[in-house]
């Protein structure tokens, strides 16, 4: 009998998650964060099902994930860099903006999305950059810069 391949352990769950960021299914879209330096860089998955319901209509008979939804998950990984910085203001980050971002291949349920973020700079604690790639088996898959802004 051979024991089981060890697990790399995630740094959040999916529970911490939710605690972390206010998206809610179906719009959750962060699964595990494998790395976290708060005010700093995240790494994260999001695991692409066919049960996910964006699914059903783009498009049948050939499920493609929307790129919209990539640039969503890489900006929930986005903003769980700032959710820990203990000196900023309690709010709402909302995008204010969204620079180069360029889609290099399909994803299709069974890929794992990686979704790596880098904080870029953050102005008067209310406004945030981050440089985003999301890779899948190794292949860079989308990339570009997302801008946010606090509300109130």
Same mark, same amino acid.
């Given at each position: 009998?051979? =024991?089981?391949?060890?697990?790399? $352990? =995630? ?14 299914? $179906? ?5 595990? &964060? ?28 050939? $499920? ?12 929930? &990984? +986005?903003?769980?860099? &700032? ?6 203001? /309690?709010?709402?980050? #909302? ?5 180069? &971002?360029?889609?290099?291949? $399909? #994803? ?14 953050? /102005?008067?604690?209310?406004? +945030? /950059? ?5 890779? #899948?088996?190794?292949?860079? #898959?989308? =990339? ?9």
């Amino acid at each position: 009998m051979t =024991s089981p391949a060890p697990t790399t $352990p =995630s740094l959040l769950t999916s529970e911490q998650i939710l605690n972390l960021l206010p998206h809610r299914y $179906p719009f959750a879209l962060v699964d595990r &964060v494998l790395e976290h330096e708060p005010g700093k860089r995240a790494v994260a998955i999001k695991n692409v099902t066919i049960n996910e319901p964006q699914f059903q209509g783009h498009f049948p008979g050939r $499920p493609l994930m929307p790129g919209v939804l990539i640039v969503e998950a890489m900006a929930q &990984v +986005g903003g769980l860099i &700032v959710t820990q910085m203990p000196d900023l203001p /309690k709010g709402l980050f #909302v995008f204010a903006g969204i620079d180069g &971002v360029r889609f290099r291949r $399909p #994803v299709v349920p069974g890929d794992q999305l990686l979704i790596s973020c880098e904080l870029l700079s953050l /102005k008067r604690r209310r406004f +945030g /950059k981050v440089h985003a790639e999301v890779t #899948v088996d190794g292949a860079l #898959v989308c =990339s570009g810069d997302l801008m946010f802004s606090l509300v109130d």
